[in-house]
């Protein structure tokens, strides 16, 4: 299983030649390569929530008409979507196979935030191997102690990066991939890398800073 991301919480994996992508938001947020050709194999798109940062309707519209993906996410997005021409599928708690992917899905809280509702919110386990945890740190995460790998918000106007540690601490996965961080400058972003991943290193959590369009990590 290969992982690439395309920036902030876009996710690409592919495994067994298949491929599901997650969290396609709006532009600002994703790398320049992240368009609906480089998606054109996806099978499956999850959207753990509905936030403008984690879904943009008319992308993933564009990508489903390109690759004919199937689209789980949350009944807040249907409308929108519906409008862009997907059909979404809003997902139900437990077990799901779509093609080469295992799915665990469970509702995990959105962090708090200032001014606005919170969307509901759905963790994800790919294959027994990836945890994506959308934009929560919910203690019921924990079941999924010792996972490969963990994609974890590291900057966020609702996160601190003690909270943040601190939910990789209590998950202990073998290896952390740093997501939730299209808010930064390239400089500021290369710092909070080297200061996460000394912090979790000497806690023998391994920090994969150079997941990219280009460099895919293997799981």
């Known amino acids: 299983m290969k992982l690439r991301k395309y920036g902030h919480s876009c996710l690409l994996i592919e495994d067994r030649g298949e491929t599901l992508l997650f969290d396609p938001g709006r532009r600002e947020f994703l790398d320049e390569r992240a368009t609906p050709d480089a998606f054109a194999a996806v099978t499956l798109i999850v959207i753990t929530h509905w936030h403008p940062d984690h879904a943009d309707p008319e992308l993933v519209g564009r990508i489903v008409r390109r690759s004919g993906a199937k689209v789980l996410a949350p009944a807040e997005g249907d409308a929108e979507l519906r409008a862009a021409g997907v059909e979404p599928t809003v997902p139900s708690e437990g077990k799901l196979s779509v093609g080469a992917f295992d799915l665990e899905l469970a509702g ?8 606005a509702s919170v969307p ?6 790919v294959n027994g191997r990836l945890l994506n945890t959308g934009d929560s740190f919910h203690p ?6 010792g996972v490969e790998a963990l994609a974890l918000p590291i900057s966020a106007p609702w996160l601190k990066e003690l909270d943040a540690a601190g939910f990789a601490e209590r998950l202990a996965p073998r290896r952390v991939v740093p997501v939730h961080d299209g808010y930064l400058r390239d400089f500021f972003r290369t710092r909070r890398y080297d200061t996460y991943a000394q912090y979790l290193e000497k806690r023998c959590i391994g920090f994969e800073a150079k997941v990219g369009p280009d460099t895919a990590l293997e799981l």
């Open 140 to 145: 019921l995460l924990t079941r999924y102690r």
């Open 120 to 125: 509901r919110n759905v963790a994800c386990l």
């Open 108 to 115: 995990a809280a959105h962090e708090p935030i200032l001014g």
